[in-house]
Structures are given as C-alpha cells and as structure tokens.
C-alpha cells in the first residue's frame, strides 16, 4: 500500500512539474495560433527614445529607463534581438518612437550623420520623430528624412499649413494590412533647441487622430500609432478616439512590462536609451485583432552586436573618443546626474554644474532646468567625453537682468509636475539661492520661499541670472524668463563646466538643501 502511494504522490510531483515547465515554457497564443484558433500573429518591435546611443555602454553614468536599471545595449545589439524575433516570425515589423538622432558624443558628430547610417541598417520599416530630433534644425531633420531608407510619419506636424512628412503609411504584412501613423508632442519647439522652425506648427492629436481614423479605417485590419505625445497624452487621445488598436508610446522613456488597455487601445513602451526592446504580438481572429501579447527584451552579451552596424558605430565612437579624450580633472565620487533625480531634486552634478554657471557669468544666481542633465559622470578621471555625455545638447550660458517676481514665477513653475521624475524636464536646479516648496499644494501655489544669501529674494529688485539659452528663448515654457535683459552670452555649457573642473583640478559635490520639500506625500 505504501509502494502505491509512493508512486502516486512521484505521479503528482511528475505532472506538476510538467504543467509548471509547460507554463513557462509553451506560449498559449502560439500554441492556439497553431491549432487555427488565431488566423495570423505579427510580431511588433518597438524602439523609443534611443537618444543617438549607437554603442554598448555598461557604465551606464545613472541613466535608465525608470522602471528598470540596465546597461545601454547600444543598437548593434538592439538589431541582434531584432533579428531574433525575426527570425521566429518573419511577419515583423520594426517601428521607432522618435528621439533616435541626437543625444550623445557620437551624434553629435556631423549632426546625426553616424545614428542616420546605423539607423538605416537596423531594419526599421517606419519611425516618427520626437521632439529632440529637432535639434540639429529643422532643416536637418529634413535632410535626415531624406537620407531614411524608411519613412518618417508624423500626421502633426505642419509646415506653412500642409503636413511636413508623410502622414501615414499601409504596410502589408502576413496577409494583413495593418495602418501605421506618427505623431509628436506638441511642445516640440519648446523643448528643443531648433531655431529655423518658422512656419512649422503641431496640431492637436486629438483630431488628428480621430482624422486618420476615418482616413484608414476600412482599408486595414489594425491601426497602430506610432507615438511620441507622452503616455499621458496617448491615454487622453483613446478616450476620445476610438478605432487605434495600439500605440508605441514615447517621449517619456517609461518600460512598461505589461501592455495597458485603455477602452479599445493597447498602450506599450519600451524605455529608453537602448536598455530595451519592446515586443507587440498582435494576434488576429477572424479579420481583427483579438489579442496582444507585450514583452520587453535585453541582453548584456556585447559580443552579439551585429558585425555591420558596430562596424559604422565604432568609426564614430572612435572620432567622438580622439575629440573628447583630455582629463580635466578628477572626482572621489560619482557626480549625480540620474534622470529621475536631476528632474525632481537637487543633485550633485546639478550642483557642480550650476556653481561653475553661477561663477563664470559672475552672477547672482543660477537657473538650469534638470532635463539638460541627461548622465551622471562616474568616479575617477573627467574627460571631455563624460562632460559631453553628461550635457550632450548645444546649449550655451546665457546672463540675463531678471525682475524678483518673474524669478519666483519660474521656480513655480519647475514645481508644478512634481513628483513626476520621468517627464518633468523643467525642474530648476539651483545656485546662489535656496528655495522651499509645500508638495501638498496644488500646482501652481506650491512655493514656499525663495532666499538669497539668508534673506527673501526681492520680487522688485533685478537680479544678475545664470541660465542657458534654450531656457532664456522659453524653452519648457519659462516665457517670465524671456523677459529679461540679455547681458552676456557665453560658451557651451559643457565647455563651460570643463573649464571650471580644469581650474579646480579635483572637484566633489555635496547636496546641501539648496532644494527642500515639506510635507511630501508622495516617495
């Protein structure tokens, strides 16, 4: 009898452990797929925010996705994962959410010439751009678009009243016809740096959308908008437009791990800075879609990048390394510039950075929007090249005369979004002052004071301010900043701070309640 139970309890354990692997193991919707349950699976890839980072980088200097800390795997070994979904359905498509071209030591060179090439070989059948695409000029990015063997697709962008670039564009693809449109944030000319944007307008994606919609609707079997509004803004356009079956979002650099239904749309998006892949698997019954499986996808195994776009981004990995390899001086430890933090507290780096702002220009003070900090610099030797990774726009010092009161209106402002790390951009960071905010207020009422030197900042007096160009010309809407007189313009910020480490020789930081928050409800 104990022999009989024995082999039933092993009976048990063998079927459990059966089930368990078959769980992990067997994919339901391909299994159903193959029993003819679904007419067709076609695989989605999405890419966001890549942000130029053509090379493998491990020292990832506190930039992640927010969800997730990962190295930068770089796009040759982005394409190796691509090629890896391909080769298990080759009904794919490869889709980008904008922000591709600028962003890093590499892009910089020839303005995006490097991310253009490497860009046209990972196999991309569609991208939209985001609003740091912008930042070679406008006239580039119409350069860019022209040099794409894929198309650019934005239905919201204007210029002088008709679309800029092709709106959208039907795909076939394993027997079905599936819609695909691009649209970007409508902020984009104010959070970027362009300055030959006359004529060039973002309509509202609202009715853009519903548009395209109508537009596309009985001539496809899906409808997927490629996206760089901001998970936010999507969320907004599917209550009120119905008919878009998903939307790759971007712009906020988000890793979502599960796909999120919102009324008929699936949302999805897959970080930022080349930590991830996003896989989409839309799987069709009887002419539509009726399921969507949602996967992110990494690897560290650097040896994997493919042969032929590592070989282009190791040329320009090489030229950005000769042109940056000068130390300029030495810190014992990392200098902060974590995404999350430079965008919603003080930091270090944003210390050092805004000291070395605040010193050169002889100012009162200083104003940095924490977006324009987009890497920490790690322990050990500064070199130009972790400057620039550091501060990899071409943003200059700028030293305007600035009344009080439209001071403390630009601190209220930074405020408003907080705590949102992710897409708060225009978070000031601070120095020469001190300032205090209550986050239990609504925004708009949140600043508490603004002290200089120990005592409140006269809303009547003018003060001597440090800040840069793309903030004094209202980049994240500082338009109280525009405002002011322009008294200096200097050189670029990374040059600036090169200058100020090189002069100290071994510089550190410390966060010292520049920024203090009082009753925070929110961690």
Known sequence: MKSYKNLIALGVLVVGIAAFLTVK????????????????????????????????????GGYYSLDDVSVMMGMPLMKHLIDGVKEKNKNTLVLDSGDL????????????????????????DAMTP??????????????????LKFPILSANIYKDGKPAFQEYKIVDVGGKKIGLFGMTEQNALINTNSRDTEGVTLEDPVRIARNMVATLKGKVDAI?????????????????????????????HFLYEKAVKVNNTYLVEAGGYSTHIGLADMYFKDGKLAKLAWSVKKTKDKDKADPALNKVAEKYHAIALEATKEVVG??????????????????????????????????????????????SIPAGNINLYSIG?????????VTIQVRGENIYTAVERGIRLYPDGGSNGGFLQVSGIKYTFDASKPAGKRLVSITLNGEP???EKYYKVATNDYIYNGGD???????????????????????????????????????????????
């Open 477 to 523: 809407g500082y338009d109280e900043l525009k405002e002011g007189k322009l008294l200096k313009k200097g050189e670029l910020l990374k040059d600036v701070l090169a200058k100020y480490i090189k002069e100290k020789g071994d510089v550190s930081a410390k966060v010292e309640g520049r920024i203090q928050v009082v009753n925070e409800r929110y961690k």
């Open 330 to 375: 030495k810190t014992t430890e990392k200098l902060d510039g974590f995404r999350n933090n430079v965008r919603s507290k003080e930091t270090t780096l944003a210390n050092l950075l805004c000291d070395a702002m605040r010193e050169t220009s002889d100012a009162d003070l200083t104003l940095m929007n924490g977006g324009g900090i987009r890497e």
């Open 101 to 124: 071209f600028h962003g890093t030591n590499e892009a910089n060179i020839d303005k995006g010439e490097g991310v253009v090439q490497v860009a046209n070989l990972m196999g991309y």
């Open 224 to 252: 997927v908008l490629i996206s760089h509004l901001g998970d936010d803004i999507d969320r907004k356009v599917v209550k009120q437009v119905d008919g878009i079956d998903l939307i790759l979002c971007g712009h906020h």
């Open 457 to 459: 900042l006269d809303r």
């Open 25 to 60: 193991y067997v994919n339901f919707n391909d299994l159903l797929k193959s029993l003819g349950y679904y007419d067709e699976k076609i695989s989605v890839v999405s890419t966001a925010d890549i942000h130029g980072h053509i090379i493998f980088d491990e020292e990832a």
């Open 389 to 397: 990774k550091a501060l990899p726009f071409v943003n200059s010092l």
């Open 130 to 147: 985001g609003n740091h695409d912008f930042n070679f000029g406008y006239d580039r990015l119409i350069q860019i678009k022209d040099e």
